[in-house]
Every structure is written in structure tokens, then in C-alpha cells.
């Protein structure tokens, strides 16, 4: 199974840049498999925020389409979550998944 783990999140104004991390450790079934960043709000349902394929394809929210880039390292189980000009709608604790395991997540808070 996969081990993730989350990093790079805190408190930021809007307007602002962070970059969050997620390091993969351990074995999947396979190792093809898409990479995810979700988010949850308070008292809201976790929701996806952008997705990077094998491939290097990606998919992203409306909500942060434009602002929010996923990326990848080839050949190391890392990604990334690139986010700029965040607004206080984007403070979530943000998930990686991938292979359908999680993370433990990282806060985000972005507030004046």
C-alpha cells in the first residue's frame, strides 16, 4: 500500500502563492495511477481540486482552474500542488490521493 504525506500548507493572505507537496511512499497495485489534490472546507464534503495522468494530463476545478497548478516528478512519487492569487473561499484542509490512498492532509488558511 501507499503511504502519503502532505506538506507545504499555513496561513497566507489572499492574493497570496503556497505550494503543497505530497510524497508517495511504499508500493500501489500498480504503479500507473492518477494523481489527485482534493480539498474540505468547513462543513462542506471534500471536493476534487486537480488531477495530473501518467500521461501528464490535467484536470482541475472550476473554482481554481487558471490559478492552481498540478505537477509532477517523473520517476519519483512526488507532486504538487501549485496555488496563486488564493482567496479566503480556497482555506480547506487539502488531501493528495493517489492509487485510492489518502493523506493526512494540510491546512490552508488564507485570510487577511
Known amino acids: 500500500q501507499l503511504h502519503l504525506v502532505e506538506s507545504g500548507g499555513g496561513l497566507v493572505q489572499p492574493g497570496g502563492s503556497l505550494r503543497l507537496s505530497c510524497i508517495a511512499s511504499g508500493r500501489a497495485h500498480s504503479q500507473y495511477y492518477v494523481r489527485y489534490w482534493f480539498r474540505q472546507a468547513p462543513r462542506k464534503e471534500r471536493e476534487f481540486v486537480a488531477s495530473?495522468?501518467?500521461?501528464?494530463?490535467?484536470d482541475y476545478a472550476d473554482a481554481v482552474k487558471y490559478r492552481f497548478a498540478i505537477t509532477r516528478e517523473t520517476g519519483n512519487n512526488t507532486w504538487y500542488l501549485q496555488m496563486t492569487n488564493l482567496k479566503p473561499d480556497d482555506t480547506a484542509v487539502y488531501y493528495c490521493?493517489?492509487?485510492?490512498?489518502w493523506g493526512q492532509g494540510t491546512q490552508v488558511t488564507v485570510s487577511s
Open positions: 490521493n493517489g492509487a485510492g490512498f
Open positions: 495530473i495522468g501518467e500521461g501528464g494530463n490535467t
